[in-house]
């Protein structure tokens, strides 16, 4: 999609379909609808004002032909109430009016820039939400599907900008859009094609178009590690487990600055191994390494955003399938830390290869630590598919995930870790125990992990109930989010 700004009053724009968002309140109060009547010929107070058309958020209303608008089709974008306007609602308006372009198969969409942020931030969220809306998970379609795809994009606003700074922002905006597109398809594809080789391939592939360093250990070296944690977890599978290793350039931790390491939960598919899951909806485990591809989405994008950032990658790949050589319920095994671990259900695997890709970071030199994985079906419960799960002891960086929200869109929830917690994952004959009981499952997940980052300030993202979306939204398909991307990528710049 070509993505171009242009300083025009929107009825001069020539285009398939022109988006301009409708807030709510200006329905009631009539005023700045005028531009629009009189681009319409009142055909837009008359939609508005006789109900047909209610601008709540993401509803839209399509008017063909408007009078005095050079465009050849005007879509009004309900973006609801004016004072709860943020950049994450422009972004989500963006990718609304691509995808009912999509479907009226209008390939140049212009888009009004509204809300009273600067310029070139909302230049820079209305790319990204584009490209967003313009993601189609249908990728495995043989029927020959016409090309859908919406080819230009031009953003309108009639406030006067620096064409440069613009520029950058198109471009920003570009490289972030598509990294999340990136982090869909890696989650929307099956465990048959994405096995832990491919999804380190992709890695490599990815990372070095964007300039990243990609070092990929295999399973001898981890052996030699010590990472038996790890590949307890790849034990049933016929698939080499890998562990990813990215880099931006000249890059190297230092002894007192803080130095990032992101781990990201890199399960290509996960059964359940011996303590295997029902089959109900067992197929949506082929995303369990959204957090993986959310870590190689963001470091590829700040690489290609071409910024220095005190941070490197660590996905930790693996399958997670039953099988003769499977580690069974029970056993014990001496992580890479040294702490032994009796592993009672082999389902609760994540932590496993979270635990020694934790240790191993810090190994590395990194004094910071975030973790992202679809890691508990407790976090689900307790939070449904709108906020993700957020723990750990690192303040600064808890608080700074959480006020990103009003920009990033992504919804991050705390939980505690009280001591307390601890005592469900004792273990009668190890260290320590992978799973507690019935109650508080998410933080008994974390509480886990935070054995093997100890002292080391940390951050725990539980994105298992918002990595994938069933319902689809207006603003998106359905199938994997990308979910983490945008915030992972909002830490650094
Ligand atoms: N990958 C799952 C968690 C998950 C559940 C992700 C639902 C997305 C949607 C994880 O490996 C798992 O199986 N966790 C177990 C842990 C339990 C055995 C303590 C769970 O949540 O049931
Ligand atoms: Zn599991
Ligand atoms: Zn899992």
Not at 52 to 59: D, I, R
Not at 124 to 138: I, P, T
Not at 260 to 281: C, H, M, Q, R, Y
Not at 359 to 376: E, V
Request: net charge neutral.
């Amino acid at each position: 999609m070509r993505i171009e700004f242009q300083p025009n009053n929107f009825s001069d724009v020539e285009c398939d379909l022109l988006a301009h968002p409708v807030f709510e309140d200006e329905v009631r109060e009539g005023t700045s609808l005028r531009a629009l009547d009189h681009a319409t010929k009142g055909v837009a107070s008359s939609v508005l004002t006789s109900g047909e058309f209610k601008p709540e958020l993401h509803h839209t209303c399509l008017i063909h032909r408007p009078a005095r608008v050079k465009a050849h089709r005007l879509l009004l974008v309900g973006a609801g109430k004016e004072r709860e306007f943020t950049l994450a609602r422009l972004r989500e308006l963006a990718a609304t009016a691509v995808r009912v372009a999509r479907s009226a198969r209008c390939k140049s969409v212009a888009f009004c820039l509204r809300g009273s942020f600067k310029t070139p931030d909302a230049v820079r969220v209305a790319a990204e939400g584009a490209l967003y809306g313009n993601y189609e998970s249908e990728i495995y379609k043989t029927r020959d599907i016409e090309t859908q795809e919406v080819q230009q994009l031009i953003l309108v606003s009639e406030r006067k900008t620096r064409q440069g700074a613009v520029n950058e922002e198109i471009r920003r905006g570009t490289i972030i859009g598509n990294a999340v597109n990136f982090a869909r398809t890696l989650g929307n594809e099956p465990a048959n094609i994405l096995t832990p080789a491919r999804l380190a391939e992709r890695a490599l592939a990815e990372g070095t178009r964007s300039g990243l360093e990609v070092q990929v250990l295999e399973r001898d070296e981890m052996e030699r590690l010590g990472m038996n944690a790890l590949l307890a977890v790849s034990r049933g599978s016929e698939q080499p487990p890998k562990l990813i290793l990215l880099r931006l350039p000249g890059m190297k931790p230092q002894k007192k600055a803080p130095f990032f390491a992101l781990v990201g939960k890199g399960v290509t598919f996960d059964s359940g191994g011996i303590s295997i899951k029902p089959a109900e909806k067992m197929e949506d485990m082929k995303a369990d390494m959204s957090g993986g591809a959310a870590v190689i989405a963001a470091m590829s994008a700040l690489a290609e955003l071409g910024l220095q950032c005190p941070v490197m990658g660590l996905i930790p790949a693996v399958e997670n399938l039953p099988s003769g050589s499977a580690t069974k319920p029970g056993d014990v095994v001496r992580s890479l830390l040294g702490k032994t671990i009796e592993i009672i259900n082999t389902d609760a695997e994540g932590r496993l290869i979270l635990a020694d890709a934790l240790a191993y970071a810090r190994t590395l030199g990194a004094n910071r630590l975030i973790d992202i994985a679809t890691l508990t079906g407790a976090c689900v419960v307790a939070l449904g598919h709108i906020n993700a799960g957020m723990m750990g002891t690192d303040p600064e960086t808890l608080e700074r995930l959480k006020s990103a929200r009003s920009i990033t869109g992504e919804r991050f929830w705390q939980l505690p870790i009280d001591e307390e917690y601890r005592k469900a994952i004792r273990s009668e004959i190890a260290d320590i125990k992978n799973v507690g009981n019935r109650w508080g499952g998410a933080i008994t997940a974390a509480k886990f992990l935070q054995e093997f980052v100890e002292d080391t300030p940390w951050v725990h993202l539980d994105i298992a109930g918002v990595d994938l979306d069933h319902d689809g939204q207006p603003f998106a398909a359905k199938g994997a989010t990308g979910f983490g991307v945008r915030s992972l990528i909002q830490l650094f710049i």
